[in-house]
Every structure is written in structure tokens, then in C-alpha cells.
């Protein structure tokens, strides 16, 4: 069946500018998550859904960032005013009903900002 | 959550077994150790996880020494798609969303 999928797969934008990254989950699936990979790191957490409601945004660097889900299915993660330190590869996970369920990962959308 | 500690890189030779160990010796005991594996370019991949026993699957092995302060990864006959970057993850079941990655080992298989 068809995995996460996340759009674009390539973003750039100038320092400033606000941007939109899509995540389409695994059909059925309950929770979803977000995550952040710099170069050569390990990808660090920023945000978890159960459902419509954000369970878990400590993971989020500052209020720049945010992120909805309003359906419970597709997730929209928004970056205002971006810097260049937020170049990075987003990606976005899901899995099915409880936190403990293994996670499936998107292949990421890489955002640069110049 | 435990910290984990894995080297930076290995090396095996294809069709033979690859293990990669990870040190987690503040492991509680409700926690599980997970790995994940990240192949260039690709979102992470779930492998395996086990709380106490080992654990085996269609990819890999897992095994957790007793005292579970340790476990080794085992890819039983390595192929050249199997090079990636694996993580070991420490969480707890109720907070397993949360997972913490380190910077992994960077496995290469030769031919």
C-alpha cells in the first residue's frame, strides 16, 4: 500500500519568507509526527498528533514554527519568517493508533533557505 | 529516556553478518530498545525492537544481554542495500513517540 508521502520533496526559499511542507499519512493511521534531520545528525523530534490535537510540541524550536492537522489525516508543518539555520530535511512519520506503534517515515522534504 | 552509544562506522563484506553493537547501560526497565535504519536519501526504517528477549524478524536479529545494558543488531547475510546509517533507540512504550535518535552507526557493505 502506499506509504507517507510528503510535498515538495525540494524547497527552497529566501531568508524571510514563509513556507508550507505537506504530509500525507498511511491511510488509517491515528498518530503523526514530525521530525527535523540537519546534515549529519540523527533527526530530532518537534511534534506529535494524536488525531487533530497536537499531543506533544515540545519539540518545536520557537514560535515560528507550527503546525496543524485538522482532520486527522494530513498535517501541515509552517515555518514563519525563515532563517538560514532552518535549512534542513523535514520529514514526517505515522503510525496507527497508539504512540507505541511502530512509526513509518515519509522520505522528507529538504527546505533551504538562502 | 537512556542514552545510547554506537561507533561511527563499520565495515563488512557482502553475504556475510553484519553486527552492530549499542552500549544503553541506563536502560530502565520498562524501556525497549528500537533500531532504525536510514538509507541515503530515505526517511528512517523500522527493523526490529525487543524489551528482554531477543527478538527476530524477515531483516534482522536482536539481542539484548541479560543485564540489558547492551544489545547487538545482527543482518544475518548482508547485501549492498543494507549499507545505511542505524540508529539504536532507548524509549519507553508510553512515550515511544518520542523517539530519540543519536548520530547512529554508518554501516557500509563491500562487495
Known amino acids: 500500500g502506499a506509504g507517507v508521502s510528503q510535498t515538495p520533496s525540494n524547497k527552497v526559499t529566501e531568508k524571510g519568507k514563509y513556507v508550507e511542507l505537506r504530509c500525507d499519512p498511511i491511510s488509517g493511521h491515528t498518530a503523526l509526527y514530525w521530525y527535523r534531520q540537519s546534515l549529519g545528525q540523527g533527526p530530532e523530534f518537534l511534534i506529535y498528533f494524536q488525531g487533530t490535537g497536537a499531543a506533544d510540541d515540545s519539540g518545536l524550536p520557537n514560535d515560528r514554527f507550527f503546525a496543524v492537522r485538522p482532520e486527522g489525516s494530513v498535517s501541515t508543518l509552517k515555518i514563519q519568517r525563515t532563517e538560514r539555520g532552518d535549512s534542513a530535511v523535514y520529514l514526517c512519520?505515522?503510525?496507527?493508533?497508539?504512540?507505541?506503534?511502530?512509526?513509518?517515515f515519509g522520505p522528507g522534504t529538504r527546505l533551504t533557505v538562502l | 529516556d537512556a542514552k545510547t552509544t554506537q561507533p561511527t562506522s563499520m565495515d563488512c563484506a557482502e553475504g556475510r553478518a553484519a553486527n552492530l553493537p549499542c552500549n544503553h547501560s541506563t536502560i530502565s526497565g520498562n524501556e525497549y530498545v528500537y533500531w532504525y535504519r536510514q538509507i541515503h536519501s530515505q526517511g528512517p526504517q523500522y527493523i526490529i525492537h525487543?524489551?528482554?528477549n531477543n527478538e527476530t524478524n524477515e531483516m534482522a536479529s536482536l539481542i539484548i544481554t541479560e543485564d540489558r545494558k547492551s544489545s547487538t543488531l545482527i543482518l544475518p547475510h548482508a547485501t549492498l542495500r543494507d549499507t545505511a546509517v542505524y540508529y539504536c533507540i532507548v524509549s519507553r512504550g508510553d512515550s515511544s513517540y518520542k523517539l530519540i535518535f543519536g548520530s547512529g552507526t554508518r554501516l557500509l557493505v563491500r562487495p
Open positions: 512519520a505515522s503510525s496507527l493508533i497508539r504512540s507505541s506503534d511502530t512509526q513509518y
Open positions: 525487543g524489551l528482554k
